[in-house]
């Protein structure tokens, strides 16, 4: 059975860190492109930030370049995305997703995990 499990989330202060963590089990994901996603209440959910297997193509969303870092540890099984300087308004359910191209829309995922909540107080 194909799993991600994401991690990390939780209540963080404006300005913080938070580290997110996405575990993949049942198979490897080599080759894949491994994305974050997140959703806010009564919003769509939106892509994030995506990387390559091989690492050469890496993704951001506007909102976030700068702050975010997404990374992964192929040996592991893992990607990360590591959110620096948060707002409130980063506040969302994340979750990571894998696709066998590299896309920013959802509908190229064939796998996702349940997602882990993210709350950025003011």
């Known amino acids: 059975q194909v799993q991600l499990l994401e991690s990390g989330g939780g209540l963080v202060q404006a300005g913080g860190s938070l580290r997110l963590s996405c575990a993949a089990s049942g198979r490897t994901f080599s080759g894949y492109f491994m994305g974050w996603f997140r959703q806010a209440p009564e919003k769509e959910r939106e892509f994030v930030a995506g990387r390559s297997w091989s690492g050469t193509r890496t993704y951001y969303a506007d909102s976030v370049k700068g702050r975010f870092t997404i990374s992964r540890d192929n040996a592991k099984n893992t990607v990360y995305l590591q959110m620096n300087s948060l707002k409130p308004e980063d506040t969302a359910v994340y979750y990571c997703?894998?696709?066998?191209?590299?896309?920013?829309?959802?509908?190229?995922?064939?796998?996702w995990g349940q997602g882990t909540q993210v709350t950025v107080s003011s």
């Open positions: 997703a894998a696709s066998k191209i590299y896309a920013r829309d959802l509908r190229s995922y064939d796998y």
